[in-house]
């Protein structure tokens, strides 16, 4: 499985963006699709996932309200649509996917594929 993050840059406090990541290869293997983010100096953070297959989102209290995770599967594309956005929320943002089909226990150790980082900052 391949996962190719993009649409990350530079915001100001209170607005949005969208990330988006595309999955390739044995994407059969997938069974959750979610979002980290790691600020400077700080741990990789479980962000928002969904399933790839069927219904089910799962956010981090830090976004909820504010992040929507969704997914198109004909594209096999899975978006982070991030409003209301905070200078807090600057990360370098990652998404991931894993085989196990349990959304609630989503972490970083946990996930079996990996995309590349694309970075997000707010400014004040």
């Known amino acids: 499985v391949q996962l190719q993050a993009s649409g990350g840059g530079l915001v100001q406090a209170g607005g949005s963006l969208t990330l988006s990541c595309s999955a390739s290869?044995?994407?059969?293997?997938?069974?959750?699709m979610g979002w980290f983010r790691q600020a400077p100096g700080k741990r990789r953070e479980f962000v928002a996932a969904?399933?790839?297959?069927?219904?089910?989102?799962y956010y981090a209290d830090s976004v909820k309200g504010r992040f929507t995770i969704s997914r198109d599967s004909a594209k096999n594309t899975v978006y982070l649509q991030m409003n209301s956005l905070k200078p807090a929320d600057t990360a370098v943002y990652y998404c991931?996917?894993?085989?196990?089909?349990?959304?609630?226990?989503?972490?970083?150790?946990?996930?079996?594929?990996w995309g590349q980082g694309t970075q997000v900052t707010v400014s004040s």
């Open positions: 991931a996917a894993r085989r196990s089909p349990n959304i609630w226990t989503m972490t970083s150790s946990s996930s079996d594929y």
């Open positions: 290869g044995s994407i059969f293997r997938i069974n959750v």
């Open positions: 969904t399933m790839w297959r069927g219904n089910g989102t």
